[in-house]
């Protein structure tokens, strides 16, 4: 079974989650739970350097959680995609709509 750690820290303005790991139907409970959560009191950054996977249910949380932001004026960023995370971003059509950082420092 596919396993995603999620670590958490906290930034000037904004939540970090380190993921590692894939973000599929296995796992995209926790995910969800914690994405959601955050984007509704501040800005997130996704790291999502180390993620292995990314299927269509996470791309759903994803942009879920992108449009929950914009709705309550926060932002969701994606940084550093690894490259099964930028493919799986590509293949949705919403890479240029999303905001994909190199780094923390890139939040505004």
Do not use: W
């Not at 079974?1 to 670590?7: A, E, G, K």
């Not at 820290?9 to 926790?30: D, H, P, Q, R």
């Not at 791309?59 to 926060?74: C, K, L, P, T, Y």
């Amino acid at each position: 079974m596919d396993q995603l750690t999620i670590t958490e820290k906290t930034g000037a303005n904004y939540l970090l989650f380190e993921c590692n790991g894939a973000i599929n139907a296995y796992t995209v409970s926790e995910f969800q739970q914690k994405v959601y959560s955050a984007i509704k009191t501040s800005n997130v950054v996704l790291d999502l350097s180390q993620v292995s996977e990314i299927d269509n249910s996470g791309m759903g949380v994803i942009m879920a959680a992108f449009n929950d932001g914009e709705d309550a004026g926060h932002t969701l960023y994606l940084m550093a995609p690894s490259n099964e995370s930028e493919r799986a971003i590509e293949a949705t059509g919403f890479s240029k709509v999303l905001h994909i950082i190199s780094t923390a420092t890139e939040v505004v």
